[in-house]
């Protein structure tokens, strides 16, 4: 089976552009959850779905973030307008129903200017 | 809320030797996962070994072993005869066992170096 996939591996923008990043989950996994990764803080929940409803967005930083996922197969997380303060790693993982672990992706390098 | 501490920022030991990483956390729940996963230079978040809170006996995973001390709260991970493709920082990581919880909490992580 194909992992989580997420894309793009790497992002460089301008402050100000709107970022979206992509993830595919593993075929099945009916939780989707958005991590950020940053030295300062960490690894971050910012938001997890279960079966395409947004469960807990309590860790999402802003209102320049948002997060969907229309299908069993896609979410996106967006940020609108990027700030420098933004760039760090992003994380999709997905997991099944049942206490089963947590399989991550390749994760997304963020870098605002 | 749940807390996880990995007390050791850096580690190293000599290829084919045994290394102990530690992991603390802080939870009032009794039913609750415990995780370390690993990340390589190469980013990937791999999962190394899973153990239940419920569960006396220590979870193992070929090099890979844990000794969970549920009373102490601590739960370290064990890695014999290193390998240089075990260099990574790892991760510590809690998840609460109540019906539909799913959130990670992780540790600050450990960076482990293999030397040759």
């Known amino acids: 089976d194909a992992g989580v996939i997420q894309s793009p591996r790497h992002e460089v923008t301008e402050m100000g552009q709107e970022v979206t990043l992509r993830c595919k989950p593993i075929?099945?996994?009916?939780?989707l959850f958005w991590y950020r990764q940053t030295m300062m803080r960490g690894l971050e929940l910012l938001i997890y779905?279960?079966?395409?409803?947004?469960?807990?967005d309590s860790g999402m930083p802003e209102d320049r973030f948002s997060a969907k996922m229309p299908n069993a197969s896609f979410s996106t997380l967006k940020i609108q307008p990027s700030e420098p303060r933004d760039s760090a790693v992003y994380f999709c993982?997905?997991?099944?129903?049942?206490?089963?672990?947590?399989?991550f992706g390749d994760g997304t390098r963020l870098s605002i200017l | 809320a749940q807390t996880v501490t990995q007390s050791q920022p850096e580690m190293s030991v000599q290829e084919a030797e045994t290394v102990t990483l530690s992991c603390t956390y802080d939870?009032?729940?009794?039913?609750?996962?415990l995780f370390w996963y690993k990340q390589p230079p190469s980013r990937q978040m791999i999962l190394v070994i899973r153990?239940?809170?419920?569960?006396?006996q220590n979870a193992t995973e070929n090099r890979f072993s844990v000794n969970f001390q549920k009373a102490a709260k601590s739960f370290s991970l064990k890695i014999s005869d290193s390998q240089l493709g075990d260099a990574a920082m790892y991760f510590c990581?809690?998840?609460?066992?109540?019906?539909?919880?799913?959130?990670?909490?992780f540790g600050q992580g450990t960076r482990l170096t293999i030397n040759p």
């Open positions: 993982a997905s997991s099944r129903t049942g206490q089963r672990p947590q399989h």
């Open positions: 075929s099945g996994h009916d939780y």
């Open positions: 779905f279960n079966n395409n409803v947004p469960i807990d």
């Open positions: 939870t009032s729940e009794s039913d609750y996962y």
């Open positions: 153990q239940e809170a419920y569960k006396q």
């Open positions: 990581a809690y998840r609460s066992g109540s019906r539909g919880a799913q959130k990670l909490v």
